[in-house]
């Protein structure tokens, strides 16, 4: 050999297995290598340590398999061993102090379980007949495990249980008399005072005993006590027969009024937020004769943003566009550079509350074409008014998910666009709704000039 032992060599040699020359050759580098002699010594101490391990363990587990079974104890505890189990087990307990701290275990609860009255009703049985019901009351609460569980846990575990049960219990007997109080009081009429004063029949002293009032708690109308039922959001707006609107919240009275009234008349355009407008969605372009382009919007309407993106056409072979807005008076308010595009935002904040008008200017060929112009009428457009936005912005803060509520008060506004973007997502939540499809419909005829 060149190197020294392996450990498959190490254990070759140990086990003698192999070729009679492989072995002599194991056996004249061991005669000259010390290093290898130590380890072959230390691999047999360690088979040995192993080996007297093994023989450990295996006497342990023996020893364990001759501890008393816990019907010995339990019978020891009890007096029901006959006189050679008494003397086997009393030899046992004086060596093993495992066996004999159960049996002082045993014992205190055993005499914790005893009835305290020494009295007997029943007719005299023998001993161990008498043992038997209480090792089986021992054995339910005291299971015999490997690991040995004390007394104390097994108490512990069993006060716990008693006390969940005896919980659960009183848990569910106070639901049902919340249940019953409840129903009682749903079927009561309601009494003119907040004390109704009853007597008890069961009663023999003849007084009377003042009985609380339960006020029916007000639940949501049903469908057959609806007017109107929509699904609004991640909810559902109703409207009763008696005029109660439910599922829409945080509303001023003239907001709650304004969508009762929307749902009632099927109407959501309040008619005076757009006077001076003009009339609303007509194409307004150029006259019949040369190139024409329309404007598209805003026009007819009220905007909420005081900054406002005004949107046109394009005219073929254009090469740029103007934009120019007027205040109610004809003076320039605003004006655009030369554009590429179809449309401008203002650049500078418009008044709020005001009413303006706009025109643009598409340069092709050295010619101006201007639009809209006459026979079209004015493109004209209002800036929301400050008391108008806030209370909008309130509305969205408390109903952000509200179709119905959000389309009819941008309605009222006068913000078209807006309220048609609401109420065409409340016609999908409703597809086979007329009432939300006449909604729309007032909104759109508007913008179309037929309000």
């Known amino acids: 050999m060149t190197g020294h032992f392996s450990v498959s060599d190490v254990e070759q040699y140990r086990r003698g297995g192999g070729a009679p020359e492989e072995l002599l050759a194991l056996d004249d580098h061991l005669a000259s290598c010390g290093a ?40 020891y505890v009890d007096g029901s061993l006959d006189p050679v189990e008494l003397e086997m087990a009393k030899s046992h307990l004086a060596v093993c102090r495992d066996c004999e701290s159960e049996v002082r275990d045993l014992t205190v609860f055993s005499e914790a379980a005893s009835p305290q009255s020494t009295k007997e009703y029943a007719p005299s049985v023998s001993t161990p007949e008498r043992a038997a019901p209480r090792r089986n009351v021992l054995a339910f609460f005291w299971p015999r495990a490997s690991n040995r569980t004390p007394v104390w846990a097994i108490l512990a575990t069993a006060a716990v249980i008693f006390a969940v049960i005896a919980g659960v219990w009183v848990v569910l007997k106070s639901k049902a008399e919340r249940t019953t109080e409840v129903a009682q009081a749903r079927i009561a009429s309601p009494a003119p005072s907040a004390v109704v004063e009853t007597r008890d029949p069961a009663a023999t002293d003849g007084e009377n005993i003042p009985q609380p009032d339960i006020t029916p708690t007000p639940t949501p109308p049903t469908e057959a006590e609806a007017f109107v039922v929509l699904n609004d959001g991640a909810g559902r707006v109703t409207l009763d027969v008696a005029g109660k609107l439910s599922g829409v919240s945080t509303l001023s009275p003239a907001q709650e009024e304004a969508i009762k009234s929307a749902l009632k008349t099927q109407k959501t355009v309040n008619s005076a937020a757009l006077d001076g407008l003009g009339r609303a969605g007509v194409l307004l372009g150029g006259a019949a004769s040369g190139e024409s382009f329309n404007v598209r919007g805003p026009f007819g309407t009220v905007v909420e943003s005081p900054r406002p993106m005004l949107r046109w056409d ?33 650049a500078q904040p418009l008044k709020r509350g005001a009413v303006y008008s706009w025109y643009v200017t598409a340069q092709k060929e050295g010619a101006e074409i201007k639009s809209p112009r006459p026979p079209a ?3 004209k457009f209002k800036i929301l008014d400050a008391n108008r936005d806030a209370e909008l912005r309130r509305l969205r803060l408390a109903n952000p998910r509200s179709h119905l509520a ?29 009432l939300a499809r006449r909604l729309l419909d007032n909104v759109r005829g508007t913008k179309n000039g037929k309000r």
């Open 377 to 379: 009428p004015e493109a």
């Open 406 to 434: 959000l389309g009819v008060l941008y309605a009222q506004a006068g913000l078209l666009e807006e309220a048609e973007r609401e109420l065409t997502a409340l016609v999908r939540a409703n597809p086979k709704s007329d």
């Open 314 to 346: 394009a005219l073929t072979g254009a090469t740029g566009y103007k934009v120019t807005v007027y205040d109610s008076n004809f003076n320039s308010v605003a004006a655009s550079p030369l554009l590429t595009t179809t449309f401008w935002t203002v």
């Open 36 to 75: 290898c002699r130590v380890r072959l010594a230390e691999g047999e101490r360690d088979g040995e340590a192993l080996s007297s391990l093994r023989s450990g363990l295996q006497d342990l587990a023996a020893f364990d398999a001759d501890h008393l079974s816990f019907e010995e104890l339990s019978a």
